[in-house]
């Protein structure tokens, strides 16, 4: 969730999140696991344009690797 912006950008893209009525801390639970992947993949997406664009060959993006960088 850190990576896509925490829960308030998960809330501004639409995303339902489940409260508990005494956490003192009002934090949740994302609801919507689909969502929360292509999130995930958007910004990947993103940091991948980026690399691109410095000239990169290759470049792939996979939220269940680490990643690795090799030039």
């Known amino acids: 969730m850190q ?4 829960l308030e950008a998960y809330e501004e ?3 339902q999140v489940q409260r508990e009525l ?3 801390r009002n ?3 994302a609801m919507d696991v689909a969502m ?8 990947l997406e993103t940091a991948a344009a980026t690399v ?3 000239g990169w060959k290759w470049v792939e ?3 269940t690797a680490l ?3 090799m030039r």
């Open 22 to 24: 005494f956490d003192e």
């Open 27 to 29: 934090a949740g639970y």
């Open 3 to 6: 990576f896509i912006g925490g």
């Open 61 to 63: 993006c996979s939220a």
């Open 36 to 43: 929360v992947e292509k999130l995930v993949a958007e910004k």
């Open 13 to 15: 893209a639409g995303g």
């Open 52 to 54: 691109r664009a410095e």
């Open 67 to 69: 990643p690795v960088i």
